[in-house]
C-alpha cells in the first residue's frame, strides 16, 4: 500500500524555521513528482513546492520563492521541505502528494494520486 507520511511540523515564531520530511512507502521518490501543498482554514489549496522525478528539477509558490527549499534524499526515500524566514501567512496544514507523470502544471492538485495525511505548521507572532 503506497502511503506518505508527513513530519517535522510545529509551532515556531515567525523568522524561524521548520523542515518537514515527507517519507514515501512503495515506490522510489525518484521516480514520481513530490509536491508539497498546504491550506489554512477558509483559504484554498496552494501547492507550495514541487521536485520531478524524472530530472528533479525544482517548482516554488511566488509566495515561498526564496524562503522554502525542496530537497530529496533517495536512499532514504523521503523529500524534504526547509522552510526559512517563516510568516504568519505559512501557517497551515502541509500535505505532500505525488504523482508518476505530471499532466498539468505541478500546483494541480486534482491530478495526484496518493496524498499524506498532513501535518500542521502553526507559525507565531
Known amino acids: 500500500e503506497v502511503q506518505l507520511v508527513e513530519s517535522g511540523g510545529g509551532l515556531v515564531q515567525a523568522g524561524g524555521s521548520l523542515r518537514l520530511s515527507c517519507e514515501v512507502f512503495v515506490f522510489n521518490v525518484d521516480s514520481n513528482t513530490i509536491t508539497w501543498f498546504r491550506q489554512a482554514p477558509g483559504k484554498k489549496r496552494e501547492g507550495v513546492s514541487s521536485?520531478?522525478?524524472?530530472?528533479?528539477?525544482?517548482y516554488y509558490a511566488d509566495s515561498v520563492q526564496g524562503r522554502f527549499s525542496i530537497s530529496r534524499d533517495s536512499a532514504r526515500n523521503v523529500v524534504y521541505l526547509q522552510m526559512n524566514n517563516l510568516k504568519r501567512d505559512d501557517t497551515a496544514r502541509y500535505y505532500c502528494a505525488a504523482v508518476s507523470t505530471l499532466g498539468l502544471s505541478w500546483y494541480e492538485g486534482m491530478q495526484y494520486d496518493y496524498w499524506g495525511q498532513g501535518i500542521q505548521v502553526t507559525v507565531s507572532s
Open positions: 521536485i520531478s522525478g524524472r530530472d528533479g528539477d525544482t
